[in-house]
């Protein structure tokens, strides 16, 4: 994942909390969320999967949804690549190179 696509992710988490949430006091402002988020440094990828949960607390997130955000800040599961398989292995397991 991309830093936009980490704060494309986390702005639709917000907005999926804000739709649930019926009294508008516990709605969040993303644009204050993210004018914290880039005030506390919040300007890399690196420096998103850095975040703990409780800066982003600090950013004015509830705090179960702060988890969930940082999250979605340290996923790499979209940024790894495929296991390179060894000759060996694709002899044994009948695989063919591409």
Request: aromatic share 6%; glycine share 6%.
């Amino acid at each position: 994942m991309t830093y936009q696509t980490r704060l494309d992710a986390a702005k639709a988490a917000i907005a999926s909390h804000n739709a649930s949430v019926g009294d508008d006091s516990h709605k969040i402002d993303w644009e204050k969320f993210a004018t914290e988020l880039k005030k506390m440094g919040g300007t890399s990828e690196a420096v998103l999967a850095a975040c703990t949960w409780e800066d982003l607390e600090d950013c004015g997130l509830p705090r179960i949804l702060a988890r969930s955000i940082a999250g979605i800040f340290r996923d790499k599961t979209a940024d790894t690549e495929p296991e390179k398989l060894s000759l060996w292995t694709m002899i044994r397991s009948n695989v063919r190179p591409e």
